[in-house]
Protein backbone atom coordinates (compact mmCIF):
# COMPACT_ATOMS: atom_id res chain seq x y z
CA UNK A 1 0.00 0.00 0.00
CA UNK A 2 1.10 3.18 -1.14
CA UNK A 3 1.82 5.61 1.68
CA UNK A 4 0.35 9.16 1.83
CA UNK A 5 3.74 10.82 2.64
CA UNK A 6 4.32 11.39 -0.82
CA UNK A 7 2.62 13.67 -2.01
CA UNK A 8 3.58 15.88 -5.16
CA UNK A 9 5.30 18.97 -4.12
CA UNK A 10 2.59 21.86 -4.49
CA UNK A 11 -0.28 19.30 -2.72
CA UNK A 12 -1.11 21.68 0.10
CA UNK A 13 -3.56 20.91 2.39
CA UNK A 14 -2.28 21.68 5.72
CA UNK A 15 -3.59 24.03 8.25
CA UNK A 16 -1.37 25.89 10.70
CA UNK A 17 -1.64 22.91 12.84
CA UNK A 18 -0.47 20.58 11.34
CA UNK A 19 3.02 23.18 10.85
CA UNK A 20 2.86 23.24 14.55
CA UNK A 21 3.08 19.13 14.77
CA UNK A 22 6.22 19.35 12.72
CA UNK A 23 8.00 21.35 15.40
CA UNK A 24 6.99 18.43 17.74
CA UNK A 25 5.81 20.63 20.32
CA UNK A 26 5.55 18.77 23.47
CA UNK A 27 9.04 17.31 22.86
CA UNK A 28 10.21 20.92 22.35
CA UNK A 29 8.61 21.58 26.20
CA UNK A 30 11.35 19.92 27.64
CA UNK A 31 13.92 21.22 25.46
CA UNK A 32 12.85 25.11 26.13
CA UNK A 33 12.84 24.45 29.17
CA UNK A 34 15.95 22.88 29.84
CA UNK A 35 17.69 25.89 27.92
CA UNK A 36 15.52 28.82 30.08
CA UNK A 37 17.14 27.10 32.92
CA UNK A 38 20.75 27.28 31.89
CA UNK A 39 20.18 30.56 30.62
CA UNK A 40 18.68 31.26 34.67
CA UNK A 41 20.93 29.61 36.32
CA UNK A 42 24.31 31.80 34.38
CA UNK A 43 25.98 33.76 36.97
CA UNK A 44 25.49 36.78 34.62
CA UNK A 45 21.75 38.54 34.24
CA UNK A 46 20.71 39.22 30.70
CA UNK A 47 18.13 41.37 29.33
CA UNK A 48 14.93 40.55 29.16
CA UNK A 49 14.36 41.46 25.69
CA UNK A 50 17.32 38.83 24.81
CA UNK A 51 16.57 36.20 27.61
CA UNK A 52 13.03 36.06 25.72
CA UNK A 53 15.08 35.98 22.34
CA UNK A 54 17.22 33.55 23.34
CA UNK A 55 14.56 31.07 24.47
CA UNK A 56 12.43 31.76 21.16
CA UNK A 57 15.56 30.74 18.93
CA UNK A 58 15.71 27.69 21.09
CA UNK A 59 12.17 26.51 20.50
CA UNK A 60 12.30 27.42 16.97
CA UNK A 61 15.47 25.72 16.31
CA UNK A 62 14.06 22.62 18.34
CA UNK A 63 10.79 22.79 15.71
CA UNK A 64 13.25 23.04 12.72
CA UNK A 65 14.75 19.86 13.95
CA UNK A 66 11.60 18.01 14.60
CA UNK A 67 10.31 19.09 11.05
CA UNK A 68 13.28 17.88 9.54
CA UNK A 69 13.60 15.12 11.56
CA UNK A 70 9.34 14.12 10.32
CA UNK A 71 10.81 14.90 6.80
CA UNK A 72 13.31 12.74 6.54
CA UNK A 73 11.02 9.46 8.46
CA UNK A 74 8.10 10.16 6.85
CA UNK A 75 8.14 6.64 5.70
CA UNK A 76 9.35 5.08 9.43
CA UNK A 77 6.67 7.37 10.65
CA UNK A 78 3.97 6.15 7.89
CA UNK A 79 3.77 2.21 9.65
CA UNK A 80 4.58 3.03 13.55
CA UNK A 81 1.04 3.62 14.95
CA UNK A 82 2.23 6.48 17.79
CA UNK A 83 3.40 8.35 14.37
CA UNK A 84 0.92 7.49 11.59
CA UNK A 85 -1.47 10.82 12.39
CA UNK A 86 1.46 13.09 12.03
CA UNK A 87 0.90 15.49 8.67
CA UNK A 88 3.37 13.65 6.24
CA UNK A 89 1.93 10.38 7.11
CA UNK A 90 -1.69 10.92 6.92
CA UNK A 91 -1.26 13.23 3.97
CA UNK A 92 -1.86 16.31 4.91
CA UNK A 93 1.36 17.82 3.36
CA UNK A 94 3.92 17.28 1.05
CA UNK A 95 7.62 16.19 2.16
CA UNK A 96 9.08 19.85 -0.25
CA UNK A 97 6.65 21.84 2.17
CA UNK A 98 8.21 20.18 5.13
CA UNK A 99 11.29 20.47 4.26
CA UNK A 100 11.65 24.14 3.35
CA UNK A 101 9.97 24.57 6.85
CA UNK A 102 12.34 23.30 8.64
CA UNK A 103 15.05 24.88 7.40
CA UNK A 104 13.67 28.16 6.84
CA UNK A 105 13.05 27.83 10.67
CA UNK A 106 16.59 26.22 11.18
CA UNK A 107 18.21 29.25 9.59
CA UNK A 108 16.38 32.47 10.85
CA UNK A 109 16.68 31.08 14.22
CA UNK A 110 20.68 30.64 14.19
CA UNK A 111 20.98 33.78 12.16
CA UNK A 112 18.73 35.58 14.72
CA UNK A 113 20.14 34.22 17.67
CA UNK A 114 24.19 35.07 16.38
CA UNK A 115 22.73 38.86 15.55
CA UNK A 116 20.28 39.79 18.70
CA UNK A 117 22.75 37.50 21.46
CA UNK A 118 26.38 36.18 20.53
CA UNK A 119 28.03 34.08 17.96
CA UNK A 120 28.53 31.43 20.31
CA UNK A 121 25.00 30.68 21.36
CA UNK A 122 23.98 30.45 17.69
CA UNK A 123 27.09 28.27 16.97
CA UNK A 124 25.84 25.85 19.44
CA UNK A 125 22.32 25.95 18.25
CA UNK A 126 23.49 25.24 15.03
CA UNK A 127 25.22 22.53 16.18
CA UNK A 128 22.38 20.78 17.66
CA UNK A 129 20.49 21.45 14.80
CA UNK A 130 22.53 19.50 12.67
CA UNK A 131 23.86 17.14 15.52
CA UNK A 132 19.70 16.24 15.69
CA UNK A 133 18.94 15.86 11.64
CA UNK A 134 22.30 14.57 10.03
CA UNK A 135 24.21 12.89 13.11
CA UNK A 136 20.92 10.96 14.82
CA UNK A 137 18.24 11.30 12.36
CA UNK A 138 19.88 10.33 9.71
CA UNK A 139 22.87 8.72 9.83
CA UNK A 140 22.60 6.55 13.21
CA UNK A 141 18.56 5.96 13.65
CA UNK A 142 18.75 3.18 10.87
CA UNK A 143 21.81 1.82 11.29
CA UNK A 144 22.71 0.89 15.02
CA UNK A 145 20.93 0.32 18.37
CA UNK A 146 22.99 3.30 19.88
CA UNK A 147 21.67 5.50 18.05
CA UNK A 148 19.81 6.90 21.79
CA UNK A 149 23.06 7.04 23.24
CA UNK A 150 25.36 8.99 20.25
CA UNK A 151 22.56 10.67 19.15
CA UNK A 152 21.39 11.76 22.74
CA UNK A 153 23.50 14.55 22.68
CA UNK A 154 21.49 16.67 20.34
CA UNK A 155 18.91 17.41 23.19
CA UNK A 156 21.48 17.94 25.77
CA UNK A 157 22.41 21.29 24.12
CA UNK A 158 19.69 23.76 25.15
CA UNK A 159 21.45 24.57 29.00
CA UNK A 160 24.89 25.06 27.13
CA UNK A 161 22.71 27.93 24.53
CA UNK A 162 21.03 29.35 27.26
CA UNK A 163 24.54 29.67 29.62
CA UNK A 164 26.13 30.84 26.92
CA UNK A 165 23.81 33.99 26.17
CA UNK A 166 23.84 35.11 29.30
CA UNK A 167 27.64 34.83 29.64
CA UNK A 168 29.48 34.52 26.40
CA UNK A 169 31.44 31.51 27.64
CA UNK A 170 30.95 27.80 28.67
CA UNK A 171 31.61 26.55 32.44
CA UNK A 172 32.00 23.95 34.69
CA UNK A 173 28.08 23.21 35.82
CA UNK A 174 26.94 23.81 32.10
CA UNK A 175 29.01 20.80 30.72
CA UNK A 176 27.41 19.04 33.70
CA UNK A 177 23.67 19.86 32.48
CA UNK A 178 24.55 18.40 28.99
CA UNK A 179 26.09 15.25 30.23
CA UNK A 180 23.26 14.76 32.67
CA UNK A 181 20.86 15.40 29.76
CA UNK A 182 22.86 12.77 26.94
CA UNK A 183 22.86 10.65 30.29
CA UNK A 184 19.21 10.58 30.75
CA UNK A 185 17.94 9.86 27.58
CA UNK A 186 18.91 6.12 27.06
CA UNK A 187 17.07 5.20 30.00
CA UNK A 188 14.23 7.52 29.34
CA UNK A 189 14.13 6.60 25.29
CA UNK A 190 14.78 2.49 25.77
CA UNK A 191 11.98 2.50 28.65
CA UNK A 192 9.57 3.44 26.25
CA UNK A 193 10.97 1.24 23.50
CA UNK A 194 9.66 -1.62 25.79
CA UNK A 195 5.99 -1.30 25.04
CA UNK A 196 6.12 0.32 21.82
CA UNK A 197 8.76 -2.50 20.36
CA UNK A 198 6.48 -3.60 18.02
CA UNK A 199 6.46 0.09 16.03
CA UNK A 200 10.10 -0.17 16.05
CA UNK A 201 10.16 -3.57 14.79
CA UNK A 202 8.08 -3.15 11.88
CA UNK A 203 9.59 0.42 10.87
CA UNK A 204 13.22 -1.53 11.00
CA UNK A 205 14.86 0.62 13.83
CA UNK A 206 17.17 -1.09 15.18
CA UNK A 207 15.73 0.22 18.45
CA UNK A 208 17.85 -1.92 21.58
CA UNK A 209 14.68 -3.65 22.50
CA UNK A 210 14.35 -4.70 19.08
CA UNK A 211 17.73 -5.67 18.15
CA UNK A 212 19.08 -7.06 21.78
CA UNK A 213 15.92 -7.74 23.08
CA UNK A 214 14.03 -6.76 26.69
CA UNK A 215 16.36 -8.36 29.21
CA UNK A 216 19.14 -6.72 27.69
CA UNK A 217 17.53 -3.56 27.30
CA UNK A 218 16.14 -3.35 31.12
CA UNK A 219 19.78 -4.04 32.28
CA UNK A 220 20.85 -1.09 30.00
CA UNK A 221 18.39 1.31 31.51
CA UNK A 222 19.87 0.48 34.65
CA UNK A 223 23.29 0.60 33.56
CA UNK A 224 22.53 4.23 32.06
CA UNK A 225 21.04 5.49 35.42
CA UNK A 226 23.88 4.92 37.02
CA UNK A 227 26.26 7.16 35.64
CA UNK A 228 23.17 9.62 35.21
CA UNK A 229 22.80 9.91 38.56
CA UNK A 230 26.42 10.51 39.72
CA UNK A 231 26.64 13.60 37.02
CA UNK A 232 23.09 14.82 38.83
CA UNK A 233 24.67 14.85 41.89
CA UNK A 234 28.14 16.57 40.99
CA UNK A 235 27.28 19.91 41.00
CA UNK A 236 26.53 19.92 44.80
CA UNK A 237 29.42 17.19 45.04
CA UNK A 238 31.90 20.57 43.64
CA UNK A 239 30.44 23.19 45.37
CA UNK A 240 28.56 24.36 41.98
CA UNK A 241 24.98 24.61 44.06
CA UNK A 242 23.43 24.94 47.58
CA UNK A 243 21.38 22.25 49.89
CA UNK A 244 18.36 22.71 47.82
CA UNK A 245 19.37 21.50 44.75
CA UNK A 246 21.68 18.58 46.82
CA UNK A 247 18.85 17.19 49.11
CA UNK A 248 16.10 17.33 45.95
CA UNK A 249 18.17 15.93 43.47
CA UNK A 250 19.61 13.31 46.23
CA UNK A 251 15.73 12.41 47.03
CA UNK A 252 14.86 12.63 42.86
CA UNK A 253 17.35 10.66 41.58
CA UNK A 254 16.04 7.86 44.76
CA UNK A 255 13.03 7.62 43.21
CA UNK A 256 15.10 7.21 39.60
CA UNK A 257 17.15 3.85 40.75
CA UNK A 258 14.37 2.77 42.48
CA UNK A 259 12.27 2.71 39.05
CA UNK A 260 15.08 1.61 37.10
CA UNK A 261 15.98 -1.28 39.76
CA UNK A 262 12.27 -2.55 39.12
CA UNK A 263 12.59 -2.18 35.21
CA UNK A 264 15.80 -4.34 35.45
CA UNK A 265 13.69 -7.24 37.28
CA UNK A 266 10.76 -6.70 35.43
CA UNK A 267 10.13 -10.03 33.26
CA UNK A 268 7.00 -8.47 31.80
CA UNK A 269 6.55 -9.14 27.80
CA UNK A 270 2.48 -7.79 27.33
CA UNK A 271 3.15 -4.18 26.13
CA UNK A 272 -0.15 -3.42 27.33
CA UNK A 273 0.90 -4.64 31.19
CA UNK A 274 4.12 -3.13 31.16
CA UNK A 275 3.26 -0.63 34.21
CA UNK A 276 6.78 -0.31 35.49
CA UNK A 277 8.41 0.83 32.35
CA UNK A 278 5.32 3.32 31.46
CA UNK A 279 5.91 4.62 35.19
CA UNK A 280 9.77 5.07 34.70
CA UNK A 281 9.27 6.58 31.11
CA UNK A 282 6.69 9.13 32.86
CA UNK A 283 8.84 9.95 35.78
CA UNK A 284 11.83 10.25 33.15
CA UNK A 285 10.20 13.84 31.99
CA UNK A 286 9.00 14.86 35.44
CA UNK A 287 12.67 14.14 36.97
CA UNK A 288 13.88 16.18 34.40
CA UNK A 289 11.68 19.20 34.63
CA UNK A 290 11.80 18.75 38.63
CA UNK A 291 15.72 18.83 38.52
CA UNK A 292 16.62 21.62 36.18
CA UNK A 293 13.68 23.61 38.22
CA UNK A 294 14.93 23.41 41.55
CA UNK A 295 18.74 24.13 40.10
CA UNK A 296 17.15 27.51 39.06
CA UNK A 297 15.66 27.66 42.74
CA UNK A 298 18.85 27.10 44.05
CA UNK A 299 20.97 29.45 42.03
CA UNK A 300 18.45 32.40 42.59
CA UNK A 301 18.58 31.83 46.38
CA UNK A 302 22.31 30.86 46.96
Given at each position: MASKAYLPAGTITAEWRDFLALTKPRVMTLVVFT????????????HPVLGFTTVLCIALGAGAAGALNQWYEADIDAVMRRTAGRPLPAGRMDRQSALHFGVGLGAFSVILLGLAV?????????????????????????????NIVIGGAAGAFPPLIGWAAATGRIEVLPV??????????????????????????????????????PKATRTQVFLYTLPMVAVAMAPWALGLTGAIYGVSAL????????????????????????????????????????????????????
Open positions: GLCGLLAAPQSINLLSAAILAASILFYVLIYTVWLKRRTPQLLFALVFLWTPPHFWSLSLFVRSDYAAAGVPMMSVVAGGLNAIFLLFAAQVAVSREIDPAAMKVERRLFAYSILYLFALFGVLVADRMIG
